[in-house]
């Protein structure tokens, strides 16, 4: 019995060895009052001593808590520049600027100035996709305009950190007008890298002075002297940014991608131009292509539901006649806002909606014909489109003013 207990505790014991040895301990770690959180990186172009120029913004932790003792406001963020041939030597050089180690895993957006966008940004994808530091979930977004430092430094009033401003902003606006995106690091890679699409990115600019809208009065005063503004969709061929486009026309390219949460659509009414408002609230988007003698044609597939809004016009929102007269402009709408965005899609040579995929998904070995040149048969593609329309609630009243 005592050497039974014997070999059973020597075996206990080298099994405890066996794994503390296998055991590496918290060799690397960091406490976190010697990091400072990064919440939004800027690349822009370098005017000179390097390729890159990299901005940070770090947050300050006792301000975007409400806890600073001192009788003024500061600050919620600070923001670090600094230039260098590669992303990292850039970063490594803010170090010295800075008295905590910047700690990139909780970083929000990642902007890209406006210059090294047209420029080509691909390759600056190969340290966020390599170190383990920074994730891939970040929003990418384009500083229309403007430089990626110049619209990281200014202060935003509702926000405590600047860098939730650009992101929301960003959300918010695509949710309400269906006229940008937000695109996560990892789908720009997937698209910038495929060989059958082109990316789409969401831009940002500055309403205001720019000098003053650094400063904390801007998040003081009632009426700012700076504001960010989500403003365009950029279109990349190659990883350059080609062409910027707005408005309807960047409506027009999200309904084809099924990037339409919502939207406003106005429609005419008895001769009176957008004089009632439709809200948008489902869609769905789908494409698809058909090979026929060896050539392919794509099919847009749209289906919409929408509420009426606003009237401005003398009309009976309870005619059923009346509505699905409405329903047919908004069809017509529809489709000859995506026939303005292919149209300037292919004057670009940029496919931005993915029908290379189409073709690859429905004839694989056609796609490896036609991808060396698909440039020309991207822009010689017969492209059909097809949008369904339904408008299912009048909204609370049932008449406009003008009947009454």
Not at 74 to 87: E, K
Not at 307 to 330: P, R, S
């Amino acid at each position: 019995m005592v050497i039974k207990m014997i070999k059973k505790y020597a075996a206990v014991c080298l099994l405890v060895v066996g794994v503390s040895v296998l055991l590496t301990g918290c060799w690397n770690s960091k406490e976190i009052n010697e990091l400072a959180i990064v919440t939004t990186m800027g690349i822009d172009q370098a005017e000179e001593d390097g390729r890159f120029e990299v901005t940070i913004e770090l947050a300050n932790p006792p301000e975007v808590a409400g806890g600073s003792q001192s009788s003024g406001r500061a600050s919620t963020a600070t923001v670090y520049s600094a230039t260098g041939d590669t992303l990292i030597s850039a970063i490594r050089r803010i170090v010295q600027q800075t008295p905590r180690e910047p700690f990139f895993p909780y970083t929000q957006s990642i902007v890209f100035g406006e210059e090294l966008a047209r420029s080509g940004i691909q390759d600056t994808f190969d340290l966020l996709e390599r170190n383990q530091e920074f994730r891939t979930t970040p929003r990418v977004l384009i500083a229309r305009g403007h430089t990626a430092k110049e619209v990281i430094k200014i202060l935003s009033p509702l926000e405590k950190i600047p860098a939730k401003k650009l992101v929301k902003t960003s959300e918010i606006s695509g949710k309400s007008l269906g006229e940008t995106i937000t695109v996560k690091v990892f789908e720009f890679v997937d698209q910038i890298t495929s060989e059958s699409a082109e990316p789409l990115v969401g831009g940002v600019s500055i309403i205001g002075d720019k000098e003053q809208g650094t400063g904390v009065s801007n998040i003081e005063d009632t009426e700012p002297n700076a504001l960010i503004k989500s403003e365009g969709l950029a279109i990349f061929k190659d990883g350059h940014l080609k062409r910027w486009v707005e408005k309807e026309d960047a409506r027009g390219m999200l309904w084809v991608v099924n990037k339409i949460e919502s939207t406003i659509i106005n429609l005419d009414c008895n001769q009176e131009a957008s004089a009632l408002s439709i809200k948008i609230t489902n869609t769905h988007s789908s494409i698809n292509a058909v090979i026929k003698n060896g050539q392919p044609t794509i099919t847009i597939d749209v289906k919409e539901e929408g509420e009426v809004e606003e009237v401005l016009c003398n009309i009976d929102v309870t005619d059923q006649t009346t509505i699905q007269n409405f329903e047919k402009q908004l069809e017509d709408k529809t489709k000859q806002e995506i026939e303005r965005a292919i149209k300037i899609a292919k004057e670009e040579k940029s496919d931005v909606f993915g029908f290379g995929e189409a073709i690859n998904r429905k004839d694989p070995g056609l796609w490896k014909q036609i991808k060396k040149n698909y440039d020309e048969e991207f822009t010689a593609l017969e492209v059909n489109i097809k949008v369904d329309a339904y408008i299912t609630r009048s909204g609370m009243r049932t008449g406009s003013y003008n009947q009454e």
